[in-house]
């Protein structure tokens, strides 16, 4: 897979890189593919304990994933998967309160589960996406 080019940012994003031999964001053509991301502390990779900073903070942390991988951020989210321990209501009222905060002019299309356990025990939420970035993957194909 050569001809994708992915990203990592510093601190948490390249430790995944290698630690677990994956990287945060993948450039597919004109879509930014983002790996789940949760609520980490980007540098030091502290992951926060309580569900509301968790989600907060894995909301800022797409925007660097996009931003990194030479995108503009939320606004060009148009998919979203949602991951969380667990699935409740705090949960849910969180998400729809980053929602409209990371992307007040539009609405993406969104699927959330609930499941047992995520990478890390201490993590309650992961947030994956793609991005539509067309103006960066002509700017892209005009260095090359």
Same mark, same amino acid.
Request: neutral net charge; hydrophobic residues 35%.
């Given at each position: $897979?050569?001809?994708?080019? #992915?990203?990592?940012?510093?601190?948490?994003?390249?430790?995944?890189? +290698?630690?677990?031999?994956?990287?945060?964001?993948?450039?597919?053509? +004109?879509?930014?593919?983002?790996?789940?991301?949760?609520?980490?502390?980007?540098?030091?990779?502290?992951?926060?304990?309580?569900?509301?900073?968790?989600? /907060?903070?894995?909301?800022?942390?797409?925007?660097?994933?996009?931003?990194?991988?030479?995108?503009?951020?939320? #606004?060009?989210?148009?998919?979203?998967?949602?991951?969380?321990?667990? $699935?409740? /209501?705090?949960?849910?009222?969180?998400?729809?309160?980053?929602?409209?905060?990371? $992307?007040?002019?539009?609405?993406?299309?969104?699927?959330?589960?609930?499941?047992?356990?995520?990478? +890390?025990?201490? $993590?309650?939420?992961?947030?994956?996406?793609?991005?539509? /970035?067309?103006?960066?993957?002509?700017?892209?194909?005009?260095?090359?």
């Amino acid at each position: $897979m050569a001809h994708l080019k #992915s990203y990592a940012y510093e601190g948490r994003g390249q430790t995944s890189l +290698d630690e677990y031999w994956y990287t945060q964001a993948i450039r597919v053509g +004109d879509r930014i593919e983002c790996a789940g991301q949760g609520g980490w502390e980007p540098k030091s990779g502290k992951i926060h304990a309580e569900l509301n900073a968790q989600i /907060d903070q894995a909301f800022a942390n797409v925007d660097l994933t996009i931003k990194t991988a030479g995108g503009k951020g939320w #606004s060009q989210v148009y998919r979203v998967n949602s991951y969380h321990v667990p $699935m409740n /209501d705090e949960a849910m009222a969180a998400m729809v309160r980053n929602f409209k905060k990371w $992307m007040p002019n539009h609405r993406p299309i969104w699927t959330c589960i609930g499941v047992p356990r995520l990478g +890390d025990p201490e $993590m309650k939420v992961e947030i994956e996406v793609v991005a539509h /970035d067309e103006e960066g993957a002509k700017a892209a194909k005009e260095r090359i």
